[in-house]
């Protein structure tokens, strides 16, 4: 339990350190993984088919990052 609560700081605070760093793609994923980390903890507790949506959608973000970079930086 706390290790999900751990891993929800942890992204949301090196999102914000790679905004400080202007690295926006990566702290665009960081913020949607921990957004969409959030969510999923509320659509737990609340039961509440609609978090569980908006999740998803703020996860997809993450992956959309990840291939964007993959992308960018070893696909060239």
């Known amino acids: 339990m706390i290790s999900r609560y751990f891993v929800i700081a942890l992204a949301l605070g ?6 400080i760093n202007h690295a926006w793609v990566e702290a665009i ?26 999740a998803w959608l703020c996860l997809a973000l993450p992956v959309a990052a990840m ?3 993959l992308r960018r930086d070893f696909l060239r």
Do not use: D
């Not at 090196?14 to 905004?19: F, H, K, Y």
């Not at 969409?36 to 949506?53: M, Y």
């Open 14 to 19: 090196v999102g914000v350190m790679q905004a």
């Open 29 to 54: 994923g960081l913020f949607g993984l921990g957004a969409g980390l959030i969510l999923l903890r509320l659509a737990q507790l609340r039961a509440q088919p609609l978090f569980r949506k908006a």
């Open 67 to 69: 291939l964007f970079l």
